[in-house]
């Protein structure tokens, strides 16, 4: 075959196979055309919501906008879920032995009892036994003074024994220790009726030592003795304080009289003693107010406190609640409480953190206001009556 015959048969394939993609590509175009022609129209956006720009470009007419979206939000707001209020449920209050145990486990491995078993160790006593003994207890906030006579009393119980190796003399701090915190003072608290008088439970102390969360403890203890409790909010200065005080009231399942944030606190103290009588309760706990106790002014109305309520009922008791880990500053406090409300028992609290426990005897030492209370947590049975011998073994480590 000569070229130029070649040629025009590419020529003519070249051409047929033009012809046939122009074809196939026309049919497509139309079938498109038609597809988008059917296709539903997209609903619009709900109101508020920005298009992007990959969602459209064309708006629908306002009318339509509007209506599309009032029928949207209607279904989204019949298809929410109704949120109800948290309700909280009274908690079962633990028995005194339980928290007395639960307690027990927490104190152990003080720092006293870990330098105690270092002392202790020697195979001889000698002038640095009794020295380090010292320093111990006064870094455990036993104080100087008591720290000096307790080491002497247990220096002549040595001599008088004749004990001569170290690890005996842990009987004998433990003895001395007992005594010093005195077990025979009443550390019961004072909730007898009078009459037709409920008791009055008078929670003082400065803020942050853990006193409002103290007076729902005391108040779960109590109803864990079948007593019939209501909480008073007197402290209206701090804020919050109400609020926190009604929540430990649902918590243990009692009620709960508080007044407007700032207002008189005799009056609501008084209000609640009121409706304690009406309501015929059993006992009725005041949380105070609890700023600064070197402002001579809030001691003043913590008196007023306890003088309006006596109008109506006795107080029975006034517990002040000292941090434990606050140590020799907690002596400060107690001294200056008790100058203004006779305060007749002592909350320790805060024990399980990396207080000492020593404060316990310079208070009573000092004051001779017992130790009534101790706690080591936030849970509301983490409160217990204070046991000497208990406390004694545990901060000892015996």
Known sequence: MDPITLLVIVALVATVTAIISL???????????ELVDQAPVAAPPAAGRSVGADEGTASPPAASRSSADHEASVLEEEQLPVAK???????????????????????????????????????RIDASVWSDLQDSLIIADVGVESSEEIVATVRELARSAGVAAPPDLRDILRSVLIDAINPSMDRSINISRSGQEPAVVMVVGVNGTGKTTTTGKLASLLVSRDLDVLLGAADTF????????????????????????????????????????????????????????????LMDELSKVKRVVEKQSPVTEVLLVIDATT???????????TDAVNVTGVALTKLDGSAKGGII????????????????????????PFEVVTFVDELIGS
Request: aromatic share 4%; hydrophobic share 40%.
């Open 23 to 33: 074809v196939t590509y026309s049919k497509r175009s139309s079938t498109s055309d």
């Open 85 to 123: 209020p948290e309700v909280l449920a009274p908690v079962e209050p633990d028995t005194e032995q339980s928290r007395m145990q639960r307690l027990r486990s927490r104190l152990s491995g003080k720092a006293l009892g870990r330098s105690l078993a270092t002392i202790f160790s020697g195979d």
């Open 238 to 297: 701090r804020a919050a304080a109400a609020e926190q005080l009604a929540t430990w009231g649902e918590r243990v399942g009692v009620p709960t009289v508080r007044g407007q944030e700032s207002s008189d606190p005799a009056s609501v103290a008084f209000e609640a003693v009121k409706a304690g009588i009406e309501n015929e309760v059993d006992v009725v706990i005041l949380d105070t107010a609890g700023r600064l106790h070197t402002k001579t002014s």
């Open 327 to 337: 140590g020799q500053n907690g002596l400060a406090q107690a001294r200056i409480f």
């Open 361 to 384: 005897i310079a208070i009573q030492r000092e004051l001779g206001v017992p130790v009534k209370l101790v706690g080591l947590g936030e849970g509301a049975d983490d409160l217990a």
